[in-house]
């Protein structure tokens, strides 16, 4: 019978460097190795790559009769989804599989072994130990508590992330016409920009089939705001062609929506 020991490390984007977790699981290991897995890969679901074989490795490791640690950096390299982290923390535990989590060693399978074994033993008092079983009862109500407060922590952390990353693309937007405003030019959106670009190709003005009341209607803004794209655009062309200008078009327009 082995003793084996696993670690796993993630980053969501192959920007993003795994340096910082392998230091820190080597500091923990101090001189002993790992087998390692590393993704990078959301961890908003469990079904990511070298996860999947590091599930497969522990569940034959098992079936062998050997000893099993998996060492993680932190819980939300395990999992950002609460009830598929839960459900795979609590598989492995009663599997007999060992979890160290070196941010929160408070929720470790060591950590809630311990609340099981520090159970208070009857003591033959019918009466008493009603008391007894539910107090050991509620003790392992809270260890558990503990772990689905972690992983519901992990899962809001990217949530959080997200609404950060939308409410930091909307200031930026802000701040891009108020810039523009201030500078005396005018903020050019993508939509804008995709009628612009439609306008140079089917205008009667620009050498197309359609007058501007039908080009209006075809893409459903008012007259108004086709005669004023008309006069931005014969400003914008300034002695370029309409080839040239379609092109700074797309341009823009492919600028922005990678934005």
């Not at 993003?16 to 699981?25: H, T």
């Not at 070196?102 to 809630?112: G, K, R």
């Not at 809001?156 to 409410?167: G, H, I």
Request: with cysteine; aromatic share 8%; proline share 1%.
């Amino acid at each position: 019978m082995a003793n084996k020991i696993y670690s796993y490390i993630r980053v969501s984007t192959a920007k993003q460097s795994l340096e910082r977790q392998r230091k820190n699981i080597n500091a923990y290991l101090k001189g002993e190795s790992s087998i390692q897995f590393a993704d990078e890969y959301t961890g908003t679901t469990m079904h990511r790559p070298h996860f999947a074989e590091l599930c497969k490795a522990v569940d034959k490791d098992i079936n062998n009769g050997d000893t099993v640690t998996i060492i993680f950096d932190s819980v939300s390299r395990m999992s950002r989804n609460a009830a598929e982290g839960i459900e795979q923390y609590f598989k492995w535990l009663n599997m007999g599989v060992s979890l160290v989590f070196l941010n929160e060693h408070y929720i470790d399978t060591a950590t809630y072994r311990a609340a099981e074994k520090s159970s208070i033993p009857e003591t033959g008092n019918e009466i008493a130990d009603i008391y007894i079983n539910a107090t050991n009862q509620v003790l392992m109500i809270l260890a558990r508590k503990q772990i689905e407060i972690a992983f519901a922590q992990s899962e809001k952390e990217v949530a959080d992330l997200k609404t950060r990353t939308k409410q930091g693309m909307a200031t930026k937007g802000a701040a891009d016409k108020i810039s523009a405003a201030r500078t005396g030019k005018t903020f050019v959106t993508a939509a804008e920009l995709k009628i612009k670009i439609a306008a140079l190709k089917k205008l009667k003005v620009f050498g197309g089939a359609l007058n501007q009341s039908e080009f209006a209607a075809s893409q459903k803004v008012t007259r108004m705001t086709i005669y004023r794209y008309i006069q931005d655009i014969k400003n914008d062309l300034n002695g370029s062609s309409i080839t040239e200008l379609t092109k700074r078009y797309n341009t823009q327009l492919k600028a922005k929506e990678q934005a």
